[in-house]
């Protein structure tokens, strides 16, 4: 199962400092030591914008793509979760971080191209999904 984790791109605020996405990487060691192979895409660090996350997602063909959002990136992950459906309708859309573990009851809603949404830590509850995905 081919899965692709991002932080998206960020629209920086005025003096606002941007950090990277460090709770990707706890993810991808989980899924790395339950036998899976993630792909990590910071668009702070690459320097993309939603297209080229579209068009990373086109060449790599992922099964599942999550991405990390915090509230002020609704706008810009709503965005971004469209250009993923767009260019592949079967991909599963995940997102996770601090706007779904703040508002679980409305992320789905604020999102129509998100299939899951995960609150909380995703360490564990991430690979067991996956794993009952893959099982079916």
């Known amino acids: 199962m081919k899965i692709l984790l991002v932080a998206p791109p960020k629209r920086a605020l005025k003096d606002s400092a941007l950090h990277?996405?460090?709770?990707?990487?706890?993810?991808?060691?989980?899924?790395?030591?339950?036998?899976h192979a993630p792909d990590i895409q910071d668009s702070l660090a690459n320097k993309w914008t939603v297209e080229d996350v579209v068009a990373h997602v086109r060449a790599q063909r992922p099964d599942v793509v999550g991405v990390t959002m915090f509230s002020q990136a609704l706008?810009?992950?709503?965005?971004?979760?469209?250009?993923?459906?767009?260019?592949?309708?079967?991909?599963?859309?995940?997102?996770?971080?601090?706007?779904?573990?703040?508002?679980?009851?409305?992320?789905?809603?604020?999102?129509?191209?998100?299939?899951?949404?995960?609150?909380?830590?995703?360490?564990?509850?991430?690979?067991?999904?996956?794993d009952r995905l893959q099982s079916g």
């Open 75 to 130: 706008s810009g992950v709503r965005e971004l979760l469209a250009g993923i459906k767009r260019a592949d309708r079967k991909v599963v859309t995940i997102v996770g971080g601090p706007h779904p573990t703040g508002v679980p009851e409305r992320v789905l809603h604020e999102l129509p191209d998100a299939d899951f949404a995960f609150a909380g830590e995703g360490e564990i509850g991430l690979v067991r999904f996956l």
């Open 20 to 35: 990277p996405a460090v709770g990707l990487g706890y993810l991808a060691t989980a899924l790395r030591k339950a036998g």
